[in-house]
């Protein structure tokens, strides 16, 4: 963790915690423990604490004081005090200093022509050789499907635990690369919070096997046909990985050529969380109508990649207990049931089956999945190549994912 200068709290300040991402380890000095780190490229820092602490930092909403919060939850204020400055100084809470920083940040990011790798050397090897060798050995195997591929899914699980499903996901690209000049859109979940439903991002894209270059002629054009700002997310790219995985595999397997891209987050506005039809969102279908556009009017072919892992189960996310081997096969056969109607191309029946039980299985692909359906030609039709569940050791919370593959005729 980076040093920061002490910052002083009150028992009257009133802390509110950002959302960020929290992930189960195991930490050599407090056994399990939760990792607190940014999604969105802020801070690099990272604060492991003791799951129990989290009910106490998850009452940190803004309103109550240090001391409020203390009481309420029998804890010595001056501990709680520390707590809350360590979250301070690693930017962790929302504060003027993190307004600060955060500004400063997306800057930075704006002015930039190319998005930095930033999960090299942590969610996969930095060190291109290595990289290339990883992917070599991931995608192995795997027959063509048959007909040229217009579409895949992938997982955004990091790549050193969702290998196998990366090249399941990507064989077919492997064994049967498209010919001629290729644009792809490449579809991914924010994992940090967005104000409107899809988030462009017009820069190229760097690996550790060098760069792919975005199609600004297509960015533009979606950006001119949409209803709302489509760059108001725009800074959710800064570290999101969903798409930057996605990337790296792509220029390895495209190494003699540079597919060019097309970096969309896809929220789906408050559809997920309400249940309504994105057909019924004029925001939503005015941007899909302009990507469809570009899909058929873009010179070269087009494919769709979609980064988007399924549920999201277990302690980690909130349930009381890890999954039994019961609950593992329901999850499972849920799972199927809504990439089923994916492979089928039912776009709207997929999004009613998967956001039925949104709280329970948390399937956070749901946004870039649901938006390739609508941009793969008619008549596509998709192949489980995969399935699985990651299982984590130290809580047995799980994240499934999916390799598919889509044709067209």
């Not at 950002?18 to 056994?31: E, H, K, L």
């Not at 005090?81 to 962790?92: F, I, K, P, S, T």
């Not at 492979?343 to 938006?371: K, M, N, S, W």
């Amino acid at each position: 963790m980076r040093q920061h200068a002490r910052t002083a709290l009150v028992p009257t300040f009133r802390p509110r915690l950002r959302p960020i991402d929290a992930v189960g380890i195991s930490d050599r000095r407090i056994g399990r423990a939760v990792l607190l780190r940014d999604t969105d490229g802020v801070s690099s820092s990272a604060i492991a604490v003791p799951p129990p602490l989290m009910v106490v930092i998850g009452a940190f909403d803004g309103k109550r004081t240090l001391a409020e919060i203390a009481a309420d939850h029998g804890v010595p204020v001056r501990a709680l005090m520390r707590v809350a400055e360590e979250l301070e100084r690693a930017l962790l809470l929302d504060s003027p200093r993190y307004r600060s920083a955060r500004k400063k940040a997306e800057e930075g990011f704006g002015s930039a022509a190319v998005r930095p790798a930033e999960h090299a050397g942590a969610a996969y090897p930095a060190d291109p050789g290595e990289l290339r060798r990883f992917i070599d050995a991931a995608c192995a195997g795997g027959a063509p499907p048959g007909a040229a591929v217009v579409g895949i899914v992938a997982p955004h699980i990091d790549p050193w635990r969702g290998k196998q499903s990366y090249g399941a996901a990507y064989a077919s690209l492997r064994a049967a690369p498209p010919r001629g000049e290729i644009t792809v859109i490449l579809l991914g979940t924010s994992h940090a919070p967005m104000k409107e439903p899809f988030a462009l991002c017009r820069k190229s894209f760097d690996t550790p096997l060098g760069v792919l270059p975005a199609d600004e002629a297509a960015i533009d054009a979606i950006a001119s046909a949409s209803p709302f700002d489509p760059y108001a997310d725009a800074f959710n790219h800064k570290r999101e990985h969903s798409l930057e995985f996605q990337a790296v595999f792509l220029r390895h397997i495209f190494a003699k050529r540079r597919p060019l891209i097309v970096p969309i987050l896809c929220g789906l506005s408050d559809c997920q969380r309400t249940g309504r039809s994105p057909e019924n969102d004029p925001k939503v279908e005015r941007f899909i109508r302009g990507v469809r556009t570009v899909c058929k009017n873009g010179r070269g072919r087009t494919m769709v990649v979609a980064g988007a892992d399924l549920s999201h189960v277990g302690p980690r996310f909130g349930d009381p207990e890890p999954f039994d081997d019961e609950r593992r096969r329901a999850l499972e056969a849920a799972d199927r049931e809504s990439l089923e109607l994916a492979t089928e191309c039912e776009h709207a029946r997929f999004f009613e089956h998967v956001q039925r039980d949104l709280d329970c299985r948390r399937v956070c692909g749901l946004g870039p999945i649901y938006t390739m359906l609508r941009l793969l030609p008619e008549k596509s039709r998709g192949t489980v190549a995969r399935y699985e569940q990651t299982i984590d050791e130290s809580d047995g919370s799980i994240v499934s994912h999916a390799a598919v593959t889509f044709v067209e005729g």
